[in-house]
Structure formats: structure tokens, C-alpha cells
């Protein structure tokens, strides 16, 4: 893939700009600079895309102005929403599936009379955020496989070579080369290591 002079995208639908705090590798596939219509981030290199990552036209990186992503190389996201208000990792070969939701901040507080409040202060804007609503990263490490539906909250691991099942969502870590399913995700079964030791 190649940026115009002007950071834009030569095939592209949108009539958009890749950010300037965004770094790309020149072997990344990029569908529309639409995938950058949220991101707000304002940091030099909030969003780094490692080489030879895909992503694809209904993905969306809602990177808010401190935020920071990365994605790794040869990772895969096939229409992904990332809300991310501190930091998302993606780890190498990744592989995110449709309708994935990652976020690191519920962005409103879990209060109803402050959620409410916050609701009528913001009216009709496209961002409603409270900067007082924690944030806690999340990170995938390499070789995760996110079923289509997903759902991972705010301050998640998941572990080495897992995979989650389709429509799960992630409330807590899950270990290395493990399954999970269900709402809230548990353990199904577990996988053997990419160097053939069995899991611990």
C-alpha cells in the first residue's frame, strides 16, 4: 500500500486522509481511510500498523486524544471497532473477525443519574465521552483468534495462540492457548503450543 503526498488513499471511496499521528507500514493493506473517520488521537505515533496487516472497510479505530494502538504485523481485522481511550495492543497474526468489539473505557459512567447528566450535557454530539471514566488497557498477544461478535472489555489479556468463540464476551484474562466461549467467555479447552509442549 501507498499514501498519496497528501496521507490519502488512491483506490479509496471515502474522501479521507490517513492522520498524521498514524505510522503505516508500506506492505499494509489498507480498505479506506474511513477507518480513521474516529480517531482523535493527538500524540505523534498513537497508531502504529505493523507490516503486512490487513484492514478491512467496516473497521474503525475510535481512538480518543491520548489513545494509543497498535496493531501487529500480519494481523487481520475484518470489520473491527477499537474504542480505545488508553491503549489497545494487538499482538503479530491476529486474526479479528466481523463485528469485534475491543474497548479499554465503557466512555460513560456506570452511574444512571451521572450517565444521564453526561447525556444532557453532550446533546446531539458525535462523541460522548467523560474523561473521568477509567480506562484500562487491553492487549492480544500473538497468534489470538477473535470469533465474529466478540466483545473484549476494558482491561483484558488474552493470552498467546487463544481463540475466542463467536459472540463471547471477554470479562476476564484467558491464558495461553486456550478456548473460550460464552457470556461471560470460560475456558472450554485447551490448545497445544505452537512448539508442541502441552499446556500448563
Same mark, same amino acid.
Given at each position: 500500500?501507498? !499514501?498519496t503526498?497528501?496521507? +490519502?488513499?488512491?483506490?479509496?471511496?471515502?474522501?479521507?486522509?490517513?492522520?498524521?499521528? $498514524?505510522?503505516?507500514?508500506?506492505?499494509?493493506y489498507?480498505?479506506?481511510?474511513?477507518?480513521?473517520?474516529?480517531?482523535?488521537?493527538?500524540q505523534p505515533?498513537?497508531? @502504529?500498523?505493523?507490516?503486512?496487516? %490487513?484492514l478491512?472497510?467496516? /473497521?474503525?479505530?475510535? $481512538?480518543?486524544?491520548? =489513545?494509543?494502538? +497498535?496493531? =501487529?504485523?500480519?494481523?487481520?481485522?475484518?470489520?473491527?471497532?477499537? @474504542?480505545?481511550?488508553?491503549?489497545?495492543?494487538?499482538?503479530?497474526?491476529?486474526t479479528? /473477525?466481523?463485528?469485534?468489539?475491543?474497548m479499554?473505557?465503557?466512555?460513560?459512567?456506570?452511574?444512571?443519574?451521572?450517565? #444521564?447528566?453526561l447525556?444532557?450535557?453532550?446533546? %446531539? /454530539?458525535?462523541?460522548?465521552?467523560? *474523561?473521568?471514566?477509567?480506562?484500562?488497557? &487491553?492487549? !492480544? %498477544?500473538?497468534?489470538?483468534?477473535?470469533?465474529?461478535?466478540?466483545?473484549?472489555l476494558? =482491561?483484558?489479556?488474552?493470552?498467546?495462540?487463544?481463540?475466542?468463540?463467536?459472540?463471547? &464476551? &471477554?470479562?476476564?484474562?484467558?491464558? *495461553?492457548?486456550?478456548?473460550?466461549?460464552g457470556? *461471560?467467555?470460560? *475456558?472450554? #479447552?485447551?490448545?497445544?503450543?505452537?512448539?508442541?509442549?502441552?499446556?500448563?
Amino acid at each position: 500500500m501507498s !499514501l498519496t503526498a497528501d496521507r +490519502r488513499l488512491p483506490h479509496d471511496w471515502f474522501d479521507g486522509r490517513v492522520p498524521d499521528c $498514524v505510522d503505516v507500514a508500506d506492505d499494509v493493506y489498507l480498505e479506506t481511510t474511513y477507518s480513521f473517520s474516529a480517531c482523535r488521537a493527538t500524540q505523534p505515533h498513537a497508531v @502504529i500498523i505493523e507490516r503486512g496487516a %490487513h484492514l478491512y472497510t467496516s /473497521s474503525i479505530l475510535d $481512538v480518543a486524544p491520548a =489513545g494509543r494502538v +497498535r496493531i =501487529g504485523e500480519c494481523s487481520m481485522l475484518n470489520g473491527a471497532r477499537l @474504542i480505545c481511550s488508553q491503549r489497545i495492543e494487538i499482538g503479530a497474526f491476529a486474526t479479528i /473477525s466481523w463485528n469485534v468489539m475491543i474497548m479499554d473505557s465503557y466512555r460513560v459512567p456506570l452511574d444512571p443519574a451521572a450517565r #444521564r447528566a453526561l447525556l444532557l450535557r453532550m446533546g %446531539h /454530539s458525535l462523541q460522548v465521552i467523560d *474523561p473521568a471514566v477509567p480506562a484500562a488497557p &487491553v492487549t !492480544l %498477544h500473538d497468534n489470538v483468534w477473535l470469533g465474529f461478535d466478540v466483545c473484549v472489555l476494558p =482491561g483484558v489479556t488474552i493470552g498467546e495462540g487463544s481463540i475466542v468463540g463467536a459472540r463471547s &464476551v &471477554v470479562t476476564a484474562d484467558v491464558d *495461553p492457548y486456550t478456548v473460550v466461549a460464552g457470556n *461471560p467467555a470460560r *475456558p472450554i #479447552r485447551d490448545l497445544p503450543r505452537a512448539d508442541g509442549r502441552p499446556t500448563l
